[in-house]
């Protein structure tokens, strides 16, 4: 269908989330990296402990294994059940977040479109109905672009991947919404990080000022009692 208003908004919501999403895979990447680093184990068994875990998760959702081609088709023509979308998107996360994290190569862009592909069908059940295929695919994209902080790759990418161009306006609004959603989180990151170091440098005056004060008046304690 043409363009209108509604699916514009639809499409900015759609591309809100895929980049708080983005920001989640993101740090889930970086803490998985940081839990491999803590542990008492020479870096040569972790990505034998990232396979356990990407077997462990293939049992509960077997097509979050292997590149993934087939079941982005099938989330595009919404030929899987909502359970099994919603079971595909959690263990897809984690899994991948483990498998880069434990040094494992695991692919990036089939991921993110898997990942992405499957919160749009999800998305769909409250989002204007008969076009579930166009919110998989402008989730696809604006995930892609908001994970590699490059909004427009996403929107060409899934453009060039379906060959469908009467979504491309909806695909740059998602893009410049998920780009939006990633620019505000590090201008908060940037802000609470310039706060943190402004109460902790604050806490250390004052607690240097504190003991100043303590160390003076033993001092004149001692002084008067001599």
């Known amino acids: ?3 209108d208003f509604a699916m514009m908004l639809s499409s900015a919501v759609v591309g809100l989330i895929a980049g708080l999403a983005a920001t989640a895979l993101t740090y889930a990447v ?5 839990a491999f680093k803590r542990l008492p184990l020479h870096w040569a068994w972790w990505p034998a402990i990232g396979g356990l875990v990407i077997g462990a998760g293939g049992l509960f959702a077997p097509r979050a294994l292997g590149v993934g081609y087939d079941t982005i088709d099938l989330l595009l023509l919404g030929k899987l059940a909502v359970g099994t979308v919603a079971v595909l998107v959690l263990v897809k996360s984690i899994i ?3 498998s880069l994290g434990s040094g494992t190569s695991g692919g990036v862009l089939a991921p993110l479109m898997m990942m992405g592909g ?4 999800l998305e769909s ?14 989730s696809m994209g604006s995930i892609i672009g908001g994970t590699m902080r490059s909004p427009f790759t996403g929107a060409v990418f899934t453009l060039e991947l379906t060959h469908d161009v009467n979504a491309l306006a909806p695909l740059l609004v998602t893009g410049a919404a998920a780009g939006l959603a990633g620019w505000v989180e590090r ?3 940037r802000r609470w990080s310039s706060w943190r ?6 806490w250390r005056w004052r607690l240097a000022r504190r ?6 008046r033993a001092k004149a304690n001692l002084t008067w009692n001599g």
């Open 1 to 3: 269908p043409p363009p």
């Open 30 to 34: 970086y803490a998985s990296e940081d």
């Open 96 to 98: 991948w977040s483990v």
């Open 118 to 121: 499957s919160l749009g069908l």
């Open 125 to 138: 059940l409250v989002l204007p109905p008969g076009m579930s295929s166009l919110w998989v695919m402008v």
């Open 187 to 189: 201008i908060l990151k």
């Open 197 to 202: 170091k402004r109460a902790w440098t604050r």
């Open 211 to 216: 003991m100043a004060l303590t160390s003076s």
